[in-house]
């Protein structure tokens, strides 16, 4: 009975495949297959993207130009300019391949980008550069996401775990991939946490923590559930050693780890929970205000580890000093991208903000529904945008965020809709 259960599982299973695949095609989308081929001797990645279009759906990619990138040519016309590539190619479709140099160093450090004879670690961004599209009104892509990869290589990325990996932005009309791929002779472990698929990838012999990483989300994501509903459905963590640079580097649902970093430093910082802050938050902020989105990061990465009992109310007490201490060096909050000490200045505002929103409401907010109206906000976040959100919260603008308390920052005053 067992037996014949599985079978009829299995034969359904093979009915809907069938059926997915007649399905009539939207008459306005265009086929989008992208392969990636790495050549770890050569340190390149071979990209192809082939086009299939019943018309002219897709009449122009226009691809941000590239030092690392070579060898590009297609089917149709490939028009290049000073600071992009135009593709215009032919109304049925055709092939637009080009090559990779991977190997980048982070500001002459270690590699935020790899490619080597043992393995790659590198954002599909390094390898396909940032497109925009001129499209017949209403076509989308349909894209799909395909390695050739040597023998003895598998390969991880933020998508599905095997086969035929489909890219769908919904935001987006151009689908193009996105977030980090580590590839070689992995060891990879996963768990289903806090309602997200979690990988933990990196290449065999090297040091990566990967059950150490998964005990301190199993303690920690649930708390961040709690604090950002929404969070994507999967997290794809990928990590090695030398010579990658040493840190911690977040992109699209996935982030990068060196293997060397320890998972909470002797401060109580974490490096990991600062990067998954970053993938959750999902918004960056306009130029001038990094200090916003680092301040906010690095101030939830010790709130996760204060709020689950990781670390103790006395150490969450004298890493708060520690980073008051730091701040000391700070001349500025606004201004540039934001420096440790600058951050750390940051995290002070927040737990002030934190404090007054508290005792304004009697309790009944707390940073947590600043933060997520941030979230639903969206996009680019700048310091007019945190006042009127938290003026919207208590009701008058916070004295956290009187100028005198923000070394550098322009005055700003709440918008009318929100007084
Ligand atoms: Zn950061």
């Keep these: 009975?067992?037996?014949?259960?599985?079978?009829?599982?299995?034969?359904?299973?093979?009915?809907?495949?069938?059926?997915?695949?007649?399905?009539?095609?939207?008459?306005?989308?265009?086929?989008l297959t992208l392969v990636f081929e790495p050549r770890p001797l050569d340190s390149v990645v071979d990209v192809t993207m082939r086009l299939d279009q019943p018309r002219s759906l897709?009449?122009?990619?226009?691809?941000r130009n590239d030092v690392r990138i070579s060898r590009m040519r297609g089917d149709g016309d490939l028009i290049r300019e000073e600071s992009l590539t135009r593709?215009?190619?032919?109304?049925?479709?055709?092939?637009?391949?080009?090559?990779?140099?991977?190997?980048h160093r982070r500001n002459g450090d270690g590699y935020d980008a790899w490619l080597g004879a043992e393995f790659g670690l590198f954002r599909a961004e390094d390898v396909v550069p940032r497109a925009s599209s001129r499209a017949l009104k209403g076509a989308y892509s349909d894209t799909t996401l395909r390695f050739r990869l040597p023998?003895?290589?598998s390969v991880v990325t933020q998508y599905q775990d095997t086969g035929t990996i489909r890219v769908d932005n919904p935001e987006r009309r151009l689908d193009l991939p996105s977030g980090w791929?580590?590839?070689?002779?992995l060891g990879v472990r996963r768990e289903q946490i806090a309602g997200m698929r979690v990988a933990v990838a990196g290449p065999v012999n090297h040091s990566i923590r990967r059950l150490d990483t998964l005990a301190l989300l199993n303690w920690t994501l649930p708390e961040l559930a709690r604090i950002v509903p929404q969070l994507p459905a999967r997290l794809t963590i990928v990590s090695a050693g030398d010579p990658m640079w040493r840190g911690g580097l977040s992109a699209p649902k996935s982030l990068f780890l060196h293997?060397?970093?320890?998972?909470?430093?002797?401060?109580?910082?974490s490096t990991l929970l600062h990067e998954i802050m970053h993938m959750a938050l999902g918004f960056d902020s306009e130029h001038d205000h990094d200090w916003i989105v680092e301040g906010l990061a690095e101030y939830y990465s010790l709130q996760l580890l204060a709020r689950t009992g990781s670390i103790s109310a006395a150490r969450h007490a004298a890493a708060e000093q520690d980073l008051a201490d730091w701040s000391r060096d700070a001349t500025r909050l606004c201004g540039g991208q934001s420096t440790g000490p600058q951050t750390a200045l940051a995290v002070g505002v927040f737990s002030r903000l934190d404090a007054e929103i508290r005792d304004s409401t009697?309790?009944?907010a707390t940073l947590d529904d600043l933060t997520r109206g941030l979230i639903a906000r969206g996009e680019l976040v700048n310091l007019q945008i945190l006042a009127d959100?938290?003026?919207?919260?208590?009701?008058?603008?916070?004295?956290?965020?009187?100028?005198?308390?923000?070394?550098?920052?322009?005055?700003?005053?709440?918008?009318?809709?929100?007084?």
């Design 1 to 31: 009975m067992r037996v014949l259960l599985v079978c009829v599982a299995l034969c359904g299973a093979c009915g809907t495949q069938v059926a997915d695949s007649e399905e009539p095609a939207d008459p306005l989308a265009y086929q």
């Design 58 to 63: 897709l009449r122009e990619l226009r691809l």
């Design 87 to 103: 593709w215009l190619p032919p109304d049925d479709g055709g092939t637009l391949q080009w090559s990779v140099a991977v190997p």
């Design 151 to 153: 023998a003895g290589w």
């Design 181 to 185: 791929i580590v590839m070689g002779e």
């Design 259 to 269: 293997a060397d970093r320890p998972l909470i430093s002797e401060n109580a910082t």
């Design 362 to 364: 009697s309790g009944e």
């Design 389 to 419: 959100i938290a003026t919207g919260i208590i009701g008058h603008k916070p004295d956290a965020l009187h100028s005198g308390q923000l070394p550098g920052c322009r005055n700003i005053s709440p918008t009318p809709e929100t007084q």
